[in-house]
């Protein structure tokens, strides 16, 4: 089923080679500018005429309501509750423990001269939870538990509404909501959601200043429309899957994790990377026989007959770690001998999992790691939706006179060089008379 490209031989400018699927943002874009612009200029009415398009339901209120809220958290299996709670808190644990950056002390640069750092978190945010193939409760937990550890104090969701459910979102995203206190939550999907995040619906919703959360091309099209009116986390592709493995690696582990990428989307791409051509035979054999009869068999051979998805053949470990880095996945594991080492080795991946015990399903749910993270191969440039991602780093410049005047001189010179005369006159003018 996969098929395998052979690398062996080549060496570097592996980024043009590798397989990759294609994502025009651009042709979706087209489609959700006129979306973007109804509901900017008609509100909840374009909202609603949206929601029957595409959802095939109206909510009965675009906001869900409190009582719905409990009524889903209360109706929760007692099973699936504390895998919740327990996702929420490893999440919350590792956030606080890894990512939230106290306030530094000053550094003092000379006597009257220092420079402080505080880290202050973006006062709203609006938190974007698919709810098409795959109702993501976790992306819930993803979203919402940094933006909280990161002291935002206005968080809305928004998830489309499910004909089966009345209009409200998915049962479960509803109830992930409530345990987690967000009261927020708007029955909206799709581009319509993200338009109504940045432009405000008078009466619904108040404008944000982030817009973070995964979604398909016309939720990925809407956030760059709107770049720029608000921030937004990432333009997040198709999710993408690559193993480096060497032969003790367990293909039925392989084949699993490959598989579990695949029945995200038939565009999720799966990719193999190893020197072992025995490895590789025994995975397209368990590929083969643990994909027959899963639930979305057709959605999974798809992704991994695409061009997206393939075997990729290496000399060595050190082909393969290059290998890797040039294709800088979304979720990278590493299943090899010495693990540990090989993942120590590795620049550009948004998560490494290392080993054979620790599959990316793994950070799905509750290992306590983002799996909101780049995809396309963004990773070599850009990093996870974490707490950092809800706090914005301002410069505190606290000069006493004497301070500047031990720079004053450099400064006018400076500000002569560049022909900008007033900002040397600023300096002047504060000179002791």
Do not use: W
Not at 124 to 142: K, N, Q, T
Not at 188 to 201: D, L, R, S, Y
Not at 263 to 287: C, F, N, Q, Y
């Amino acid at each position: 089923m996969l098929r395998t490209l052979d690398l062996t031989g080549v060496d570097g400018a592996y980024r043009t080679l590798l397989p990759r699927g294609s994502f025009d943002v651009e042709a979706a874009v087209a489609v959700v500018h006129p979306i973007v612009a109804d509901v900017a200029d008609r509100g909840a009415e374009a909202l609603l005429e949206y929601s029957e398009k595409f959802d095939h339901v109206v909510p009965p209120s675009l906001r869900v309501g409190a009582a719905d809220l409990r009524k889903a958290a209360d109706e929760l299996d007692p099973q699936l509750r504390e895998a919740f709670l327990e996702s929420i808190r490893r999440r919350r644990e590792v956030a606080g423990a890894l990512e939230l950056d106290p306030d530094p002390g000053p550094a003092i640069l000379a006597d009257g001269a220092s420079v402080g750092l505080r880290n202050i978190p973006v006062e709203r945010v609006g938190l974007y939870v698919p709810g098409g193939l795959a109702p993501l409760a976790s992306s819930v937990i993803m979203n919402v538990v940094p933006a909280q550890v990161a002291g935002v104090t206005s968080i809305a969701v928004a998830s489309p509404p499910q004909r089966e459910f009345g209009g409200l979102p998915h049962p479960s995203i509803l109830a992930v909501c409530a345990l987690l206190g967000v009261e927020e939550v708007y029955a909206v999907g799709g581009a319509q959601a993200i338009a109504m995040f940045a432009h405000g619906v008078e009466g619904l919703c108040d404008p944000v200043s982030l817009i973070t959360g995964p979604g398909n091309i016309y939720v990925v099209a809407a956030k760059r429309l709107v770049r720029g009116l608000v921030g937004i986390d990432s333009e997040a592709g198709p999710t993408e899957i690559a193993v480096v493995a060497d032969d003790t690696a367990d293909p039925a582990f392989v084949a699993a994790d490959l598989i579990s990428q695949a029945e995200h989307d038939p565009m999720a791409a799966s990719v193999l990377i190893t020197d072992s051509t025995a490895l590789t035979e025994k995975v397209v054999a368990e590929v083969e026989r643990q994909v027959v009869g899963q639930l979305h068999e057709e959605r999974i051979r798809t992704a991994l007959t695409g061009r997206q998805s393939a075997v990729v053949l290496v000399r060595d470990l050190d082909q393969a770690v290059a290998v890797a880095d040039a294709y800088a996945a979304e979720h990278l594991e590493i299943q090899t001998a010495d693990a540990r080492a090989v993942a120590a080795r590795i620049r550009n991946a948004g998560a490494i999992f290392v080993g054979g015990y620790s599959p990316v399903s793994l950070g799905d749910y509750s290992a306590g790691s983002t799996h909101v993270l780049p995809t396309a191969g963004c990773a070599c440039h850009s990093s996870g939706l974490s707490v950092r991602s809800f706090m914005r780093t301002v410069h505190v410049i606290d000069y006493s006179q004497a301070g500047l005047m031990d720079l004053a001189d450099g400064i006018e010179r400076f500000a002569q060089a560049e022909n900008l005369p007033g900002h040397a006159a600023a300096v002047t003018v504060r000179r002791p008379r």
